[in-house]
């Protein structure tokens, strides 16, 4: 019995995730025709429902703030305070608070709350599991993870390969078997609901011409690098008593979320518009060579993505992460004017993501997946090993810095 009800969670936790993307989209659509129809609206709008959020997930719901990984990894390392990060609770306000955060035009993500949404329901059938069985909570929390990454992206191997970079720890033989089909029925689910085609679009990149190596190297390099600041500003920005800034935001959130929101809407104004939601549309032009490169989109964007998420609202980071890398790669094939741009969009994606979620593997075959480009594995996971190292250098480890702070957090409060 204890089989069936797995299964069933599993195709219903894709179901669920499916229509959290759609509902994401819807967000942003409206959002766009409020922004083109009344350029100056988002000075008002973005920074009063940035407000309203922060003030919802601080008052009722701290543990859905910011991307829903580090509160994942914060539940599989604790018992007694595991439904402060994994619930049906926190399931709904996450669905519906992200949803907001893109209709305020906000530079986020859905993958990191599609991590935490789909942990909460798998995570929310372990009283019926058998007493002494390999079905653990942290296995069922394993199995949302990646079920919510392979969902977002239409990535089996990414959300497979991220559940166990993650939480393999929790996982034993005998289980493993049941992680992948449960996985496995996830994406079907997808699948019969989106189609199966990739995240942008599926590219070909057959070889690896002689000069685009230095471009190659240039372009990995100035990611990991890149990555490893944005690692280490995320980092500065979460609250702390030791800084000015750090006190700030801890005794006053909601007003801090104003003065970000704010700026992040005059920012998506000057760039008119590029730098609103997850630069989903943005990357898909320069994947499709259908969209207009602009230089100053990587500093921007970077900029809008670190303010959101100083913000603390509910929100992923993925796609913007994936955006900003691919524009690291555009910039040089601009730079070096080659002729076909895919084979830097990949290293570009693959390195500023590893840098920043510290979890090789997963950047690797995520940035292959979106694009389909499966023959160049090799190089995207040899740039996202790369990166790892490099970005080690400059910050400490994101998602465990931010889990051991949630941690500790919850401990003092408690």
């Known amino acids: 019995m204890h089989f069936i009800i797995l299964i069933l969670t599993a195709i219903l936790s894709s179901a669920i995730i499916v229509s959290f993307l759609k509902l994401c989209q819807i967000a942003v659509d409206y959002f766009r025709v409020l922004a083109e129809d009344i350029w100056w609206l988002p000075l008002i709008w973005t920074p009063t429902l940035t407000m309203l959020i922060v003030y919802i997930t601080t008052k009722y719901v701290p543990g859905i703030a910011g991307s829903g ?24 306000y996450k669905y519906f608070l992200t949803a907001a955060g893109f209709f305020a035009g906000l530079s986020i993500g859905r993958e990191g709350p599609t991590v935490q949404i789909a942990s909460s329901l798998m995570h929310s059938v372990r009283k019926y ?64 609901l989106e189609g199966t085609d990739p995240f942008y679009s599926k590219v070909a990149i057959d070889t690896i011409p002689f000069d685009y190596w230095l471009p190659i190297f240039i372009t990995a390099i100035g990611g990991a690098v890149l990555g490893g600041l944005f690692s280490k500003s995320l980092l500065f920005s979460m609250p702390n008593k030791t800084s000015v800034l750090g006190r700030f935001k801890s005794n006053h959130p909601v007003r801090l979320a104003g003065i970000l929101g704010l700026l992040i809407a005059i920012i998506g ?31 921007l964007k970077f900029i809008a993505t670190w303010f959101t998420a100083w913000t603390g609202v509910p929100a992923g980071m ?56 499966y023959t160049m594995i090799p190089l995207a996971l040899l740039v996202s090993l790369l990166s790892d190292k490099i970005s080690d250098k400059i910050s400490p480890p994101l998602w465990i810095t931010q889990k051991d702070i949630l941690l500790n957090n919850i401990g003092e409060k408690r």
């Open 69 to 92: 990984n580090q509160q994942v990894k914060a539940a599989l390392e604790t018992e007694e305070h595991k439904s402060a990060f994994v619930s049906i609770k926190i399931a709904v």
């Open 129 to 192: 599991m058998p007493a002494n069985s390999n079905i653990t909570p942290n296995f069922l929390i394993g199995v949302g993870g990646a079920i919510g990454i392979a969902v977002a992206f239409k990535a089996v191997i990414a959300g497979t390969v991220f559940a166990l970079e993650e939480t393999s720890k929790t996982f034993t033989r005998n289980s493993r078997v049941m992680f992948f089909v449960l996985v496995t029925l996830g994406i079907a689910t997808c699948y019969v």
């Open 269 to 299: 104004i000057a760039s008119n518009g590029i730098t609103y939601s997850d630069g989903y549309l943005y990357t898909k032009g320069l994947v499709l060579n259908t969209g207009n490169f602009d230089l100053l989109f990587v500093p």
């Open 318 to 373: 993925f796609s913007p992460l994936l955006s900003i890398g691919g524009g690291v790669g555009q910039t040089i094939t601009e730079f070096f004017m080659l002729e076909n741009n895919h084979l830097l969009l990949l290293v570009g994606m693959a390195s500023f993501l590893s840098a920043v979620i510290r979890a090789p593997l997963t950047a690797g075959f995520l940035a292959v997946e979106v694009m389909g480009v």
